[in-house]
């Protein structure tokens, strides 16, 4: 494996995988950043233009849309508050507020030094230890992947905030619109109103985009006659990444959430949406400041985007080694693969070792090529928060729009988005939390679809739990819901200690 890792390299380092590298990955920046356009679709857009390409340089390419799109979706999560791929959900709920306080420029550099951190272990793990990885994913069947997904459902106990029948309510709601469309084992027609449209859902894209972009457009315009304080973005007075302080206190949260986003990464189908809900919300568990998550704590972006980039290598691993797609990219990969003449499995490692070393070397790669890119251009990526209110929020709503529209070329999509909107606008009055809803939505087809196939498939119901890896996954998930009751329990017999304390002292 060696031999055939460091024999890759001079393939790499020739001027045209090079080229395609860098081209590659400050387009899927781009891509990224622009609401609607995934890492898939720019994936899937690269691919004709391959055709004509080397292998490798093709694969080079690839891999610098991929790592640049996941990235870029922090661009447009931070600074409009609009999750530019549904990966950067959780980087909404801190990389914003750090913008809104005049923090847009530390959130964008710690978003791509994070993002950048994630990568680069995701990379290792696919060169090391990826056969062993993918091997253990295939071991998850239809039940471990129904707990995998009740797992993800446990987090929502951390962001229902003050609230807890208002975050469970988002919640159910999130699990709700997840039951729309086809019924994925009978096939049968659920809530679809007699309209073709909703037949497979509503697409997650146009979903996100309505539910946090619409009430940004809204809470700018209520507020654009009142006097606000401006955002103070200067070169001068903005803050930046601290290399020696800021990486002493994030080691072990870019640690614990890359781990976090390489196994997510092998699973297939699950993305790197879960894996941020997973560490961020490990991350805030761990917190001795929990309570300032969602308000603009930088340890939020730290874990949320280190978990989605260290899903992209990990994710090609399944792929790779026995042609089964991590993700939905990973499955458009695979035909850039077969396009040129690759058939995914255990033979490409012995008859196409340079090209697949070579792919893995990419995945590495550019992420160095991320970080530049993403760390010197924060600033000026930073300046359109001095754009003023009322053409920020017109600038966010034309955004939104053809953002969707492009998705499908449907204006369907664009209906449905304003119709999320209009419900992220109410539950912003009332006072509900989106992301339990995002997680509902994101996490509720995969937990019914599997849990029919799992029983479907058991000679007992029984049969969910005594799976070693279901059992593993049951006791993480009752350890997740009993957290946040014994730290609340912890936190108010530490404020009544407290005020005994102050009462015996007489300091009342």
């Avoid at 994030?250 to 790197?272: E, K, Q, T, Y």
Wanted: glycine share 10%; aromatic share 10%.
């Amino acid at each position: 494996m060696f031999n055939s890792l460091f024999a890759a390299l001079p393939g790499i380092f020739h001027w045209s995988p090079i080229l395609a590298m860098v081209v590659a990955t400050g387009a899927g920046i781009l891509v990224g950043a622009m609401p609607g356009l995934s890492a898939t679709m720019g994936v899937a857009l690269l691919i004709p233009f391959t055709f004509g390409m080397q292998p490798l340089t093709a694969l080079a390419a690839m891999a610098g849309m991929y790592n640049g799109a996941i990235y870029g979706g922090s661009i447009a999560a931070i600074l409009l508050n609009i999750p530019g791929t549904p990966a950067a959900v959780c980087t909404t709920l801190d990389g914003h507020p750090m913008a809104k306080r005049g923090e847009g420029v530390l959130a964008l550099q710690t978003s791509v030094i994070s993002s950048a951190f994630g990568g680069v272990i995701s990379a290792f793990a696919l060169m090391f230890v990826a056969p062993y990885l993918a091997a253990l994913a295939l071991r998850f069947g239809p039940a471990e992947y129904f707990w995998v997904a009740v797992l993800g459902l446990s987090t929502i106990a951390s962001f229902i905030g003050g609230s807890t029948i208002k975050g469970l309510i988002s919640g159910f709601m999130g699990l709700l619109v997840s039951t729309i469309g086809m019924d994925p084992i009978t096939g049968i027609q659920r809530f679809d109103f007699g309209t073709t449209y909703l037949l497979d859902s509503i697409p997650l894209l146009v979903t996100l985009i309505g539910l946090f972009s619409i009430p940004e457009v809204y809470l700018i315009l209520e507020k654009s006659g009142k006097n606000q304080q401006q955002v103070d973005i200067s070169l001068r007075n903005s803050a930046s990444w601290n290399w020696v302080k800021d990486t002493a206190q994030s080691w072990m949260i870019w640690l614990r959430s890359s781990v976090i986003g390489v196994i997510v990464g092998m699973l297939p189908g699950a993305g790197a949406s879960i894996a941020s809900f997973i560490a961020y919300d490990d991350t805030r568990r761990r917190s001795k400041s929990s309570e300032l998550f969602g308000k603009g704590h930088i340890d939020g972006v730290k874990a949320s985007e280190t978990a989605n980039n260290a899903v992209t290598a990990s994710s090609l691993a399944p792929m790779l080694a026995f042609g089964v797609p991590g993700n939905s990219v990973a499955a458009v990969m695979i035909g850039g693969l077969m396009i040129h003449g690759l058939q995914p499995g255990p033979n490409l490692f012995v008859k196409n070792s340079s090209i697949v070393y070579g792919l893995m070397w990419a995945m590495l790669l550019t992420n160095f090529l991320m970080l530049g890119f993403g760390y010197f251009g924060s600033r000026l990526f930073a300046q359109c928060l001095r754009i003023p209110p009322t053409l920020m929020a017109s600038a966010i709503a034309v955004l939104s729009v053809v953002g969707t529209y492009s998705i499908n070329n449907s204006m369907g999509d664009v209906y449905a988005m304003l119709i999320s909107g209009f419900v992220g606008i109410i539950m912003l009055r009332l006072r509900i939390p989106v992301a339990p809803a995002v997680l509902g939505i994101i996490l509720g087809g995969i937990a019914e679809s599997s849990l029919r196939r799992a029983l479907l498939l058991a000679n007992s119901p029984l049969d969910l739990f005594t799976g070693p890896l279901s059992a593993i996954m049951v006791i993480l998930t009752l350890l997740s819901l009993t957290y946040p009751i014994y730290r609340n329990y912890i936190h108010k017999k530490q404020k009544s200690d407290e005020s005994e304390n102050i009462f015996e002292s007489g300091e009342f």
